[in-house]
Every structure is written in C-alpha cells, then in structure tokens.
C-alpha cells in the first residue's frame, strides 16, 4: 500500500514559485536556478516539461493572457452600471496587480521572450496587447450605449488608459499608486470622450 503525500502539479509549483520571485525579487532576479529553488524540486523539473527556460516564461505568460478572460468579463459586465470612470478604475487596478506589472517588465526586457509569444499569436507587448483589447471592447460598449460620445476613437482611448496607467505602476520601488491616483488619470483620459 502506498504511504506519504501526493506531489502537487509539479508545473504549477514552478509557477506559483516564478510569480513569488517576481514579487519579491522583480524580473531580473527570474531565472531557472532561482524558480526551481524556490519551488524545492530538483534543477531538472522545469527541463522535464519545459524544452527551456524562455518556454516556461513563454507559459507564465499565455496563462496571465488566458486569465484577462475573466477580467474582461467583468467589465463587460459592468457597462452600463455604474461610472465608465468608476469601471475603468476597477479594471485597471485588477489589471495591474503586482505579478502582473513585474510580467509586463519581463516581456518587455526579453526579446526571446516576446518573439516566442508572437509566434504564438500575440502581437505589440503581450500581456498589455490583449489588455488594451478588452478595455476596447469595453469602451466601444459604453460608446454604444451612448455613454461616451459617438465619435470617442476606442481604438486610442484602450491604450493610452493602458500606456498611462502601466507609468503609474511600473515603479516597483514607490510601490502601487493608490485607486484616487488611478482614477485622476482615467479622468483625465477620458474627459474628451465623455457623452455630453
């Protein structure tokens, strides 16, 4: 009869693990040594299911992009409710939570990385491309429902909310700027845009 505990998903360890050290530690302290040492399994883990250590980023990555889904839902939800402001805030607040902003530096400074999850089918700077995306489709709902004006240009309010609030947050040392902070910015991004 078998005895001990059952080993969790081994993959999953070594996420979990690479997101610790990119609170901790930032993208550059993010290496195969250092994730396989924080998950406490053998240097070979990460090689038995990933060919190399840019794969296994490439992974960390697609399953941040693949978790947008739920985000989007919820603001596409929220159309209609509430403020586009107050909504936009929200968004980007969950949006922009620490692990994410610290994957956002390591796509940025990986260009293997990046070429990897645009072979794959994202496009720009993954992550912030499919985020701009769904602030989008969010934008282009409230402009059909008349609460931003008919000719508010979705396709640059998405990213400049998306530009100016990744300024906002990419400064891992001063820490997240508080949500009054967030909101002035959506505020000012939006003010031309708003329905008269």
Do not use: C, W
């Amino acid at each position: 009869m078998p005895t001990g505990t059952a080993l969790r998903d081994p993959r999953q360890q070594l996420f979990e693990a690479a997101e610790r050290i990119l609170l901790r530690a930032g993208p550059n302290a993010l290496t195969s040594r250092a994730v396989t040492a924080e998950a406490g399994v053998a240097k070979g883990v990460l090689h038995r299911y990933f060919p190399d250590f840019d794969a296994f980023l490439a992974e960390l990555v697609r399953g941040r992009i693949r978790g947008l889904g739920a985000l989007g839902t919820a603001l596409n939800e929220s159309a209609g409710t509430g403020t586009v402001t107050g909504n936009l805030t929200a968004a980007l607040v969950d949006l922009f939570d620490p692990v994410a902003t610290s994957v956002v530096g390591l796509v940025i400074a990986r260009d293997e990385l990046r070429a990897r999850l645009r072979a794959s089918g994202s496009t720009g700077i993954p992550l912030m491309t499919e985020a701009a995306a769904l602030l989008a489709t969010y934008l282009t709902t409230e402009r059909d429902l008349g609460r931003l004006a008919p000719d508010a240009d979705v396709d640059v309010l998405a990213p400049t909310l998306l530009g100016a609030a990744h300024l906002l947050y990419a400064d891992r040392e001063s820490g997240a700027p508080d949500r009054e902070t967030v909101r002035r910015t959506v505020t000012a991004v939006v003010a031309g845009a708003a329905s008269v």
